[in-house]
Each structure stands twice: as structure tokens, then as C-alpha cells.
């Protein structure tokens, strides 16, 4: 059973800096590309950032220059180190993988003041 345990979301002002953590569990964690998803009130689910099995990395336009994917196969889990936050950064952030099928974790809410 697949299982994305998100932390790390909580309340910043803007300019800060928020790091969330994915613990996965149920999966071959090193075979599979890990991200996060993001969904604001009113808004569709976007893809924040993702992360091959390789390392190599992609980012919403949004958030380049500002946000940094990581992960560390010794601990089944991804990072997402945010910095310079914005009010418009404020969303439900959810942890996602793609095998062996899509699956989102329950989500940590990041809300940023002005």
C-alpha cells in the first residue's frame, strides 16, 4: 500500500522560507520520479515540481529561482526547500508519484501573508 506522509507546511510571511518533507512508504522509492502538487481555493491542482528516479529536475515557471526539489533515497523521501514565498504561493501542497499509479498524499497547507 502506497503511502506519502507530507510535513512541514504551516504559516510564513512573505520573503520567507518553508521546507516540506514526503515520507513514502510502499513503493521502490529510489525506481520512482517523486513532486509536489499544489492546489489554491478556487484553483485546479498544478504541478509545483517533480523529480526523476536520476535526479533531474523540472519546475513550474512560477516557481524557478525560488523552490528546490530534493530527495534522499536513504529515507524514502522528498524535499521541497521554498524560499521567497509569495501570498500567491499560498495552497495545499500534496507530495505525488507516478508508479504504479498516480497517488497524492493527504496534503500540508502553506499559507503565505503579505
Known amino acids: 500500500q502506497v503511502q506519502l506522509v507530507e510535513s512541514g507546511g504551516g504559516l510564513v510571511q512573505a520573503g520567507g522560507s518553508l521546507r516540506l518533507s514526503c515520507a513514502a512508504s510502499?513503493?521502490?522509492?529510489?525506481?520512482?520520479?517523486m513532486g509536489w502538487y499544489r492546489q489554491a481555493p478556487g484553483k485546479q491542482r498544478e504541478l509545483v515540481a517533480a523529480?526523476?528516479?536520476?535526479?533531474?529536475?523540472t519546475y513550474a515557471d512560477s516557481v524557478k529561482g525560488r523552490f528546490t526539489i530534493s530527495r534522499d533515497n536513504a529515507k524514502n523521501t522528498v524535499y521541497l526547500q521554498m524560499n521567497s514565498l509569495k501570498p500567491e504561493d499560498t495552497a495545499v501542497y500534496y507530495c505525488?508519484?507516478?508508479?504504479?499509479?498516480?497517488?497524492w498524499g493527504q496534503g500540508t497547507q502553506v499559507t503565505v501573508s503579505a
Open positions: 523529480i526523476t528516479s536520476d535526479g533531474s529536475t
Open positions: 505525488w508519484t507516478p508508479r504504479p499509479s498516480n497517488y
Open positions: 510502499g513503493i521502490i522509492f529510489r525506481f520512482n520520479a
